[in-house]
Each structure stands twice: as C-alpha cells, then as structure tokens.
C-alpha cells in the first residue's frame, strides 16, 4: 500500500474536521481538566501546567531518542504503558536537563507531592519540563503552587496551553468530535503542543499532550501513537536538533463510555489522532524560530515506504534548500544534491537517471535535463506561504511527506544570541532579557546602522494613533507612552485618541518626564496642526461614537498614516495573517468574504479609511508590546497594512 500523509488512517476513510482554536462551550474529552498557573520559574507568564483525570486513565507515549535525556522522559519511560494515569504536571522555562542527581530527585519530588495533592500514588503522575537545559528546576516553586493548580482545575485548557509555550509565538491546539458507529455517544479528542525550536524528526520534535474520552487499552493506545507520530511528529524538521525533553503523551479515560477494540473502531480512532497530530505537527512548524514559510517535501516513486520517509525527510532538513526556501528561489539542483547526500549517508539504491523535480506543481527537471520554464512564475509561486517540492524517483509506487520551513536571518539572529539573553537567578527562576543590552556587539552596530537609515524616512510624517473603546487603554498607557516618545524622537508628528482620561494622563505624564510637549486637544483639525507643526504630542479623549469620525479626523489633518489598535493579529483569510494588501484588493475581498469577519468592527473601520482615501492604515494588535514602534521601523511590519504606498 502507497503512505501519504495520513497513511496511518484507514484507506479511503475521510479524517475528521479538525478545530484549532479554544472557544467557550466547546465540547471537551469528557472526565478531563486542565489548569495553569506562575509558580515563578519564568518571569512574567504562567509557566506551570496540569492535565487531571477523573478516573485512570490508559497512556502511552512517544519519547526523544537523543540518548541525552531530562529526568521526566526517563522516568515516564518507566511508567508507561500504563492503565493508571490520572495527572501530567508541565514546566515550562527550565528543562532540568543535564542537571545530575538533582534533577532527578527533583523530578520525583514534585510527583510525589502532587500525587499526594490528588490523593493519587506518584506512579500515576507523568511530568514533563522545557525550557532551558543546565539550570536546576527549583522545586521548592513548584511545590508552593499545586495546591492553587490543582484547585483550579475546570474544562478550560487555554491557560494550560498557554503555560507549556517557551519560544513559541501562539499555542498549538486541534480537537475534533467524532462517531465509532450511528447512535454511539460521540468521542472526543483534544490535543495541545509546544514547539519552534530544536525540532527535528527522531520523535518527538516537541512537547505534546493529547487526551480523549474513549476507552481504550494502553497497548492498543500505544500502538496506535507509534504508527501516527512516525508519520506526523516524526515528519517534521525545523532546524535539524533533536532536544532533551521532547514527548508526546496520550491519556484516554473511557469517560465517554465507548470502547475502542474492534477492526471498525480502532480505524476511526486512528483517523481523528491522525487528524489531531497532523495538525499540531503542521503548527509547529509554522510557527518554526525565524521562519517564514513552511516547507511541504513530497517523494513519490519510492521502491518502499522507508526510503520515501528518508529522503522526504533529509531533502527537507537541508539547510541549502530551506534557505532557497527562504529566498524564494527555483534551485532544483540543491534539492537533487539533498537527494543524493541522504542516498549516500543512508545507503539507499536511488537512480539519479530517473530523478524528476517539481516546485509548486510546475516541473523543473526531468531524467533527460531542466525543463524550459517561465522563472518569473515559478518564483511568484516560491514566494507563497507554503512552498511544496515534489522529487519523484521513479523507481517504485511508495510515497511519503515531509514538512519543516525556510532558515531566515532571525533563526541564527534568535539563537545566536540567546545565551546573552538568559537570566537565572539565585533562586533558580529563569528569564530573557530582550533589551538591547543583551544582544551581541555585532548584531547592536547592525541594527544602530539599519534603524538610522530606516527612522530618517519618517522625519514630519503625520500619524494619528486610535484607540477604540474596545482596548484596554488603561493597560496599554504605558506602552502607548513609550512607542510616542520613541516616534517623536523620531521626527514623527503623532496624535493618539484614547477612550479615557486615565489613559490620557498616563500619556501626558510619561512624554512630558522624557521632555515633550504635549496638549489635550478636541476635534479641531486646525489647532491640532498648529500644535503638531510645535513639535506637541496631540492627545484626543472620546472623539466619535463611530469609526467614521476617526476616519474623518485623520483625513482632515492631512495624516499619512492611520493606526488602529485592535484586539487581534490584523486582516486574517483563510490562508491566515494578511500582512499588506492594497485598497482595491481590500475592498474586493471584503465584498466576496474574504477576511475573518470575527472582529467585525476592524473590518467597518477598515472599509471607511479605504473608501476615504487614507494612504495608509495599519491595522495593529495590542496585545503585542510596542506594536506601533515594530509596524512602523521595520520593513515587514507586525500588523496589516491597507496602501498604495511602496515606502514606509
């Protein structure tokens, strides 16, 4: 039989519909809870995490085979698998890793006192730790906070995938719901990761935890979690470097009262974690430290189903071509050269006269030589979010997929620097210092030269920051202040309109301590330009019940550019994240339902700035610390951008 992505399901058996966000009053795996808290190891965010059972619960796991191991992927080697589990306890900013006897001792500590906590025996406590290696877990931390983590447990698991995330930029999640036969009660299965750096395929790539409802033997459990993370986990590489800590642990409680154990449904069991794991291993890899784009690798042809999963995997871990991934570039031969490396170190039989290449559906070499393509397309396509590559052997009917992204400058930027970033302090807490401080000497005089050369192109532009009720303006204040005396500094001439006067004052007080002038101002275009044109921050306090008042201001003033702060990432289509896109395609898309219509008054705001004519509106979440300072000084931007513009 041919493997594909989903070979693990049965043949010709449609996967599951797959959620990948958290939302109030989903149905989640029955009998579960999840909790989360900051016990202080990480500064700033939660950074403890707990899945409980209500009863014991099946497990099974699959666990890193880098033979340097942390002290929670030895001992669950010893517990699982197993019919008992009732609680997985996750650390996140400290792997205890390469810490001797004492992360060992500490690792059977905190089982041991939650396992007390739950009035449960420690072997049906699981544990799990990331973060950074060589640094002892503080236990004493850890101990202090279960009593609040396990007495918040509930049916949210947002915070729990929250807690477990290091380096990532979002959580991972994918749930689906689905019936063994007509008439059963429905199972349920949730799954939740981690993962962007150190990703690489010798299981596990990452931290993943997946629980469902079902009642199933921990052999068959464990079985089928082999077969799915092989073809899912195991299937991905970010940057080639296995860690320390990875695992991916199953726990399924029979809370639904349906048992798995027959040919029927066994085979839809493993369609939906196949399903699950298949996503969560495609948003690790989006989400992979620096990257871009993802990168899809298929192999056809193959004489057998290893050698397809060897040479997708190692045309993918190439670090040439997921730079011409990065590049957007057609190099062909960098992926016939990744083919015959993983040939060569693996012993493989491959023929290189019967090699055929394709990027993006468009066919680029033959066994008889290039083929006569329009570069200019193909480079279009390579420039999409994701990248597909295609390499068919022609000695054989197996397939296999690979995925894993493009190696930018910000990976090597991120891990380059991050020892100089990390801080641990005599009790044992970790944290990341991101000032500029940190950073290498080189890396400071390249950024001083870059942003000199980039902050000159806004000198006397006009901006007008908004704010909209729906903010939190109060939590925001700060920040505003900060990104403002940094704009004025600038040369930018800003007003910012607040739904509060606490914001307001915030403001005023924070630019006037750095040496600003700033004035309180009402809706009048004149006196703003006037005050503007003085070097004063304008600061404007309830101007509109509507957007179109906005909208109005900013075009009267003559602003060259519209902020407005909203509560989520931008534009988003189905593709996700819209990073620019000009007025017309704008208003054409919102016509056909293009974008997202969740944040319905982002989109009104928006289709008002367009049709007005506004050069240029950027679309900004507030919930990303000095968004206006990151869309506005660096070429990409963090937010959306509506403009015809091709300069800042």
């Known amino acids: 039989m041919m493997t594909d992505r989903n070979s693990t399901a049965s043949a010709g058996a449609p996967l599951p519909e797959v959620g990948t966000r958290l939302r109030k009053q989903l149905p989640m795996p029955r009998g579960f809870s999840w909790s989360s808290t900051r016990c202080g190891i990480k500064q700033g965010r939660a950074d403890l995490g707990l899945i409980v059972s209500e009863q014991p619960a099946a497990a099974a796991a699959c666990l890193t085979r880098n033979v340097v191991r942390a002290a929670c992927v030895t001992r669950n080697a010893a517990l699982v698998p197993s019919s008992g589990i009732r609680a997985v306890l996750v650390n996140s900013g400290n792997a205890n890793a390469l810490t001797g006897s004492d992360g060992k001792t500490t690792n059977d500590t905190i089982a041991l006192e939650l396992a007390s906590a739950l009035s449960s025996s420690p072997d049906q406590v699981l544990t799990a730790s990331t973060g950074v290696i060589g640094v002892p877990l503080p236990a004493d931390l850890i101990v202090r906070a279960l009593p609040a983590l396990v007495n918040g447990a509930g049916e949210d698991a947002s915070g729990f995938a929250t807690a477990i995330l290091t380096t990532d930029t979002g959580t991972k999640v994918a749930h689906v719901e689905f019936e063994v036969?007509?008439?059963?009660?429905?199972?349920?299965?949730?799954?939740?990761?981690?993962?962007?750096?150190?990703?690489?395929?010798?299981?596990?790539?990452?931290?993943?935890?997946?629980?469902?409802?079902?009642?199933?033997?921990?052999?068959?459990?464990?079985?089928?979690?082999?077969?799915?993370?092989?073809?899912?986990?195991?299937?991905?590489?970010?940057?080639?470097?296995?860690?320390?800590?990875?695992?991916?642990?199953?726990?399924?409680?029979?809370?639904?009262?349906?048992?798995?154990?027959?040919?029927?449904?066994?085979?839809?069991?493993?369609?939906?974690?196949?399903?699950?794991?298949?996503?969560?291993?495609?948003?690790?890899?989006?989400?992979?430290?620096?990257?871009?784009?993802?990168?899809?690798?298929?192999?056809?042809?193959?004489?057998?189903?290893?050698?397809?999963?060897?040479?997708?995997?190692?045309?993918?871990?190439?670090?040439?071509?997921?730079?011409?991934?990065?590049?957007?570039?057609?190099?062909?031969?960098?992926?016939?050269?990744?083919?015959?490396?993983?040939?060569?170190?693996?012993?493989?039989?491959?023929?290189?006269?019967?090699?055929?290449?394709?990027?993006?559906?468009?066919?680029?070499?033959?066994?008889?030589?290039?083929?006569?393509?329009?570069?200019?397309?193909?480079?279009?396509?390579?420039?999409?979010?994701?990248?597909?590559w295609s390499v068919d052997l022609g000695q054989g009917r197996y397939r296999a997929v690979a995925r894993g992204c493009d190696l930018s400058y910000d990976y090597v930027r991120i891990n380059a620097d991050e020892s100089t970033q990390i801080e641990v302090s005599a009790e044992g807490t970790v944290s990341r210092n991101p000032s500029l401080g940190a950073?290498?000497?080189?890396?400071?005089?390249?950024?001083?030269?870059?942003?000199?050369?980039?902050?000159?192109?806004?000198?006397?532009?006009?901006?007008?920051?908004?704010?909209?009720?729906?903010?939190?303006?109060?939590?925001?204040?700060?920040?505003?202040?900060?990104?403002?005396?940094?704009?004025?500094?600038?040369?930018?001439?800003?007003?910012?309109?607040?739904?509060t006067e606490a914001a307001a004052e915030v403001i005023h007080r924070h630019l006037k301590e750095s040496g600003h002038f700033t004035s309180s101002v009402s809706p009048d275009p004149n006196r703003m330009t006037r005050l503007l044109d003085r070097g004063h921050l304008c600061v404007l306090v309830k101007p509109a019940p509507d957007p179109s008042g906005i909208v109005d201001l900013a075009i009267k003033i003559g602003a060259q550019k519209l902020l407005v702060l909203t509560n989520e990432s931008g534009l988003r289509d189905s593709h996700g994240h819209v990073q620019r896109v000009s007025p017309e395609n704008f208003l054409m898309g919102l016509q056909r339902g293009r974008f997202d219509p969740t944040h319905a008054d982002t989109l009104v705001v928006a289709r008002h700035a367009t049709n007005r004519g506004v050069p240029a509106l950027h679309l900004l979440d507030s919930r990303v610390r000095h968004a206006i300072v990151g869309e506005l000084f660096t070429d990409d931007g963090i937010g959306s951008l509506i403009t015809r513009q091709t300069v800042g």
């Not at 920051?465 to 001439?493: F, H, I, K, T, W």
Request: overall charge negative; hydrophobic content about 45%; aromatic content about 4%.
């Open 181 to 388: 036969a007509d008439g059963d009660t429905p199972i349920r299965v949730l799954g939740i990761a981690k993962g962007s750096g150190m990703i690489h395929p010798n299981m596990a790539t990452t931290l993943g935890f997946v629980c469902t409802d079902a009642a199933v033997s921990p052999e068959l459990l464990q079985e089928l979690l082999g077969q799915i993370v092989d073809d899912t986990f195991n299937a991905i590489t970010v940057d080639g470097d296995t860690s320390t800590n990875d695992m991916v642990i199953a726990l399924a409680n029979g809370a639904s009262g349906v048992q798995v154990s027959d040919e029927a449904s066994t085979a839809a069991l493993r369609r939906a974690l196949s399903a699950v794991l298949d996503s969560l291993a495609q948003q690790v890899v989006l989400d992979g430290e620096g990257a871009t784009r993802m990168l899809e690798v298929e192999v056809t042809g193959a004489p057998d189903r290893s050698t397809a999963r060897t040479v997708a995997r190692g045309v993918c871990s190439s670090s040439l071509v997921k730079c011409s991934v990065f590049a957007g570039q057609p190099d062909f031969g960098r992926v016939a050269m990744a083919v015959g490396q993983v040939a060569s170190e693996h012993d493989l039989a491959i023929d290189p006269d019967t090699l055929s290449i394709a990027a993006q559906g468009v066919e680029l070499y033959r066994p008889d030589g290039p083929v006569n393509v329009r570069g200019a397309d193909v480079v279009r396509r390579l420039r999409e979010p994701v990248v597909r």
């Open 439 to 499: 950073y290498s000497p080189r890396l400071k005089h390249q950024l001083l030269v870059e942003g000199l050369a980039y902050v000159r192109r806004f000198t006397a532009l006009k901006i007008l920051v908004y704010v909209p009720p729906s903010v939190g303006a109060a939590d925001l204040a700060g920040n505003l202040a900060q990104d403002l005396e940094l704009c004025m500094d600038a040369g930018l001439r800003p007003i910012i309109s607040v739904p």
